[in-house]
């Protein structure tokens, strides 16, 4: 890992009407629209659901650092992530975000050493880490 501070940099374009192109250095270009609540397309990636876009891939990409750290084998994780957006004090927020986690380990992987390292995931997520609340996470994991 380099140093600390990182600094990354994003840039959002759009005209009156239509779409945002979303562009950062070195990667491919990002298309977004309002959701349909707000009176989108509903078909093109929105800034709802990159946030939880963000909050799972960061917990993924935690867990699998953190489960290298820990020497624990695994095969498969996914994670599902539903947020609620709602008005608070008259704010449009979001005040949930709930994790669900499958993750598949061999046989052998004791299942409570496995769930132990996905809450270290959960706890170690810079993006969770970053929000005004803590998202929840209900984790499955199952040999196979």
Do not use: K
Request: hydrophobic letters at 45%; glycine letters at 6%.
């Amino acid at each position: 890992m380099q140093p600390l501070p990182h600094r990354y940099h994003v840039t959002a374009s759009a005209d009156s009407d239509g779409e945002v192109s979303l562009v950062a250095p070195g990667l491919p270009p990002l298309r977004s629209a309002p959701p349909s609540e707000f009176g989108g397309p509903g078909d093109l990636w929105s800034p709802e659901t990159l946030l939880l876009a963000a909050v799972v891939d960061c917990f993924v990409l935690t867990f699998r650092a953190v489960a290298r750290a820990s020497s624990i084998p695994w095969r498969e994780l996914r994670c599902d992530a539903d947020g609620t957006l709602d008005r608070v004090e008259r704010v449009t927020r979001f005040t949930a975000i709930e994790l669900r986690a499958e993750l598949v380990v061999p046989p052998e992987v004791p299942v409570d050493r496995a769930e132990r390292a996905l809450q270290r995931a959960e706890r170690g997520c810079l993006v969770s880490n970053s929000l005004v609340f803590r998202p929840i996470l209900a984790a499955t994991v199952r040999a196979g």
